[in-house]
C-alpha cells in the first residue's frame, strides 16, 4: 500500500513545490529508504535524475556523500533527498539537516519522529500515510492526530516562507474524519 502513494508524492513535488523544500513523513526507517529510491526512479523515467538537487558541481555532493556512514543516505544524497531517522549516526543526521537547511537537498524524507524534535521548516508537507506498526500491539494503529498536526506544522513555518502545503495520503475510510478534524471547528 504505501508504494502505491510514491508516485503521486513525486507529483505533489513536482506540482505544488518544484523549487521549495519538501518533508515526505513516513512510518519506519526502511519507508525512508524505499519512498527515496521511488521518487529518484519517477525522476530517471522523467530524465531528470538530480531535479531535488540544488548544487552547482557532483564533486561537491559526492564528496559529501563520501563522509556519511549509512549506504542507502549515501545513494539518495546523490540525487537531492535526504533520509532523517533514529538509524542514523548524529554525523549523517547533522549532515543532512545543513544540506536541507541550505537548499541543497530539496527533499526530505523522515519517520513521524522528527516532527517533533527538530525545527526542520518545509514549503510542502506530505504525510504518506496515518497509520505506523505497533510492535507491541502487533499491529498497525493509527498516528495520534496531535502527531498528524505536528507533522503538518513544519509546513509554512513563518521564518522561512510565506505559506505552506500540506497533503496527507490516506485509505479512504479515513478521509472524512481526518477533514471532519481538519477544518471543522472543535
Known amino acids: 500500500r504505501m508504494a502505491t502513494m510514491n508516485k503521486p508524492c513525486y507529483s505533489a513535488i513536482k506540482d505544488l513545490s518544484p523549487n521549495k523544500p519538501s518533508m515526505i513523513f513516513v512510518a519506519s526507517r526502511r ?6 529510491m521511488d521518487l529518484i526512479s519517477h525522476a530517471a523515467s522523467e530524465e531528470d535524475t538530480k531535479t531535488f538537487l540544488n ?9 559529501i556523500a563520501n563522509t556519511l556512514t549509512d549506504d542507502a543516505l549515501k545513494h539518495t544524497i546523490t540525487f537531492g533527498i535526504g533520509l532523517h531517522h533514529a538509524g542514523l549516526t ?3 543526521r ?3 539537516e545543513k544540506l536541507y537547511l541550505e537548499g541543497t537537498i530539496q527533499v526530505l524524507i523522515a519517520t513521524a519522529t522528527l516532527a517533533w524534535g527538530v525545527n526542520l521548516p518545509a514549503h510542502l508537507v506530505i504525510v504518506k500515510g496515518t497509520e505506523f506498526y505497533d510492535g507491541k500491539l502487533n499491529r498497525y494503529v493509527d498516528y495520534p492526530v496531535t502527531d498528524v498536526l505536528q507533522m503538518m506544522g513544519r509546513a509554512g513555518r513563518p521564518q522561512f516562507d510565506k505559506e505552506g502545503v500540506a497533503v496527507i495520503m490516506c485509505e479512504e475510510s479515513k478521509k472524512n474524519f481526518l477533514k471532519k478534524f481538519l477544518y471543522d471547528p472543535f
Open 90 to 92: 548524529s554525523k549523517d
Open 94 to 96: 547533522e549532515t543532512v
Open 55 to 63: 548544487c552547482d558541481s557532483d564533486e561537491y555532493i559526492e564528496a
Open 31 to 36: 519507508q525512508t529508504r524505499l519512498t527515496a
